[in-house]
């Protein structure tokens, strides 16, 4: 059932408002991500702890380093891999409650544990190719520098050893600017394509590369209304960093900035969660809380 932004605005913070149960994953999911990096802390503190830094020269202590360097990737490869895997689980089980909500006005717990078990690894896979993207875009682009810092510059290879002498170039400010620019515009486009890669992959049930593909396509048809979301959550949560930013002392922008994280989590993630589902479901035709039973909710 189409609605229009307006509309859809309107009706997803009412549905988020009375179905506050919707910030759980995302406070399950924080919780869960401090568990899952703590064996990655407790194995620094503790290789901090056994070495005593002061008495050891600089070569011992790159010989200390070495020494623990593999068990200590191992450990931080693992809880990386813990925490991505808590992260899709909570973050699937957080799409099938915002869909839920939005098709029958409410929702509990028990979709969130049965939409993370089943759509975990799809999820998960999903966020590597994402990240893979990413990676492949900017290596392009740095690739595509270095091309034209050879040439359209004219900057002699030698002195890539000696960036100093680089940035003395007359024309290396602006490069350097719209090189910046480009990797700024280029997340930002890659954000939005696959701003519905989640939804998409949760609510029609699809596999990690097809949810990708349905999330751009999505947003080739939907650009307007993908923008003005995207921008919405943007600007709330630029908002909400603001009082922190000019807080004249820096207790309060402290205590501000604990403030903020509890708003984004417990508030404005289920509330972005909802309307991303609530878009989705609309401009794909699915089934959405009847209009009549609005009064439920007034």
């Known amino acids: 059932m189409y609605e229009d932004l307006g509309t859809l605005i309107g009706k997803g913070f009412r549905i988020w408002r009375n179905n506050l149960s919707l910030a759980m994953p995302f406070l399950l999911a924080g919780l869960a991500l401090l568990l899952a990096l703590a064996p990655t802390l407790l194995a620094v503190i503790y290789l901090v702890g056994t070495v005593n830094l002061e008495q050891l020269s600089e070569t011992e202590l790159q010989a200390a380093l070495l020494e623990n360097i593999v068990?200590?990737?191992?450990?931080?490869?693992?809880?990386?891999?813990?925490?991505?895997?808590?992260?899709?689980f909570f973050t699937a089980g957080a799409v099938g409650m915002a869909s839920q909500a939005n098709q029958e006005s409410t929702t509990s717990l028990s979709t969130m544990w049965s939409s993370g078990r089943r759509y975990c690894l799809r999820m998960f896979a999903a966020?590597?190719?994402?990240?893979?993207?990413?990676?492949?875009?900017?290596?392009?682009?740095?690739?595509?520098?270095?091309?034209?810092?050879?040439?359209?510059?004219?900057?002699?290879?030698?002195?890539?050893?000696?960036?100093?002498?680089?940035?003395?170039?007359p024309q290396m400010a602006a490069f350097v600017l719209a090189l910046v620019s480009l990797m700024i515009l280029f997340s930002l486009i890659l954000s939005l394509v696959t701003a519905l890669v989640y939804y998409a992959l949760v609510i029609d049930d699809l596999g990690a590369t097809r949810a990708i593909g349905v999330s751009i396509r999505f947003f080739w048809d939907n650009k307007f209304d993908v923008f003005i979301i995207w921008l919405i959550i943007i600007a709330l949560s630029m908002a909400l960093s603001i009082p922190g930013q000019?807080?004249?002392?820096?207790?309060?922008?402290?205590?501000?900035?604990?403030?903020?994280?509890?708003?984004?989590?417990?508030?404005?993630?289920?509330?972005?969660?909802?309307?991303?589902?609530?878009?989705?479901?609309?401009?794909?035709?699915?089934?959405?809380?009847?209009?009549?039973?609005?009064?439920?909710?007034?």
């Not at 900057?155 to 960036?163: C, E, M, R």
């Not at 089934?287 to 039973?293: A, R, T, Y």
């Open 71 to 88: 068990p200590l990737a191992l450990v931080g490869v693992l809880s990386l891999l813990a925490a991505g895997l808590v992260s899709s």
């Open 127 to 169: 966020s590597v190719i994402i990240g893979l993207m990413v990676i492949a875009g900017l290596l392009l682009l740095l690739a595509a520098t270095a091309v034209l810092m050879g040439t359209s510059l004219q900057i002699d290879p030698g002195l890539l050893a000696n960036p100093q002498e680089i940035f003395q170039q």
């Open 246 to 298: 000019l807080s004249p002392t820096s207790s309060f922008a402290s205590a501000w900035s604990a403030i903020n994280g509890i708003i984004s989590v417990a508030v404005l993630s289920p509330l972005s969660a909802v309307w991303w589902a609530r878009l989705y479901l609309s401009r794909t035709g699915k089934n959405l809380f009847k209009e009549d039973d609005w009064e439920y909710l007034r």
